[in-house]
């Protein structure tokens, strides 16, 4: 049996929990993290000592890291539907996930998502949030380009590129932000919430993740 | 000839360099991005609009992204010595240079940039203390993993897991501040540099 350890509101977590029921896997989702706690005992340091969540358990096999999570899953479940076979079609996959983890991601989640969730509306920083919604908007220009004639990022099917990146979309298009008007991006986002897998596992309604005053 | 394009001081376009050296493969390098032409030319556009190094032209195959490229170049030499074919061991290693890029980088960064890159004056520039006990935090974890499953991130040998941590590490000693010691980490950065390629694109005096 798969084991996922993390709470259903992390992002990282959802992103896992998407690949989880896109290939449709028998599996239990423990609590962890956040309000749930368990994160700091010394049974959960053995399973990630860096303390955070995801943790995947496949039969013993222990992985953390959510994009790693998420390619293992699709390269051992899912060849030829998440995980494209041939090797350049892989390593397209592979450039944005990790564009999504290491570009788009820190304005998303710690610049804009935890000013909105983890700091109250006097102490936000405003300047930090609106250079950070204007870099995200710029990032997804580049996005919008590339679906520029296909619905997903690689071509017609849903990879694990678009498990990494679609996640974040979620967070992005519900924040009190600016937003520019990107039409590829907006129908992607679109045909991503059409499907039951992204509203189950993403489309979580953050607003009681607040701290209150903000 | 496959072609790099990125500056050499770039610390993604050097783990690339590194990979390169690895595998063995010959390679053009042109300089791109901050301090030489810019990527908002023309010629650097029509191979990638997203403006930043390194990106590689292998025969006509255009890729961007560090990390992916390292792989990319792992699979296409069949190297799975430095990059398991099993997939479990594959995914522990995609585990660790995702941290690296992540979690790790994130908390050098702020180091980084008031000491090198906002720095009026690189020689006399101070280094955060908040900065650096976050980004301390982070290279505990890795003294850790190499004290307890070392003497490399996956165990015995060498693999691409050890090239974007590598990176941070060879910026955490170039770096001039107070630090903790973390004897595996300090044994690490020695084990690294008996490989040519890491002396050459790594611990080149290069933060
Ligand atoms: N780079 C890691 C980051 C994991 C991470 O930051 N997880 C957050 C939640 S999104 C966490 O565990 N926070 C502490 C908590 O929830 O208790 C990944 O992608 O898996
Ligand atoms: N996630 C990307 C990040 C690439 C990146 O940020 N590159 C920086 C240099 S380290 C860049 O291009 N900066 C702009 C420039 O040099 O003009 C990767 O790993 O390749």
New binding site residues.
Partial sequence: MLTIWG?KT????QKVMWAVEELGLAHERIDA??PFGK?DTADYGKLNPNR???VIDDKGFIL????ACARYLANTYGLGTLAPSGPEDRARCDQWMDWS?TTLYPDVVPSLFVSFVRVTAADRDMAKVNAAAKRAGENLALLDAQLAGHDYILGNTLTMADIAVGTLLYRYNTMPIERPKLPNAEAYYQRLSARKAYQTHVMIDWQSMKIPGA | MLTVYGRANSINVRKVLWMLDEVGEPFDRQDWGRGYRPTSEPDFMRLSIFGVVPIIDDGGFVLRESQTIVRYLANKHSRHDLYPADLKARAQTESWM??AS??LYAAARPVFHAMIVNAKDPTTAVAPADGVADWAKHMKRLDQQLTNEGPFLMGAAFTIADIPAGMVVNRWFALKFDKPELPAVAGYYDRLAERRAFRTHGRNGTP
């Fill in positions: 709470r992390s992002i990282n977590v993290g956040g994160t955070l969540v995801p953390w890291e959510s994009n983890i | 995702d941290w992540t979690d």
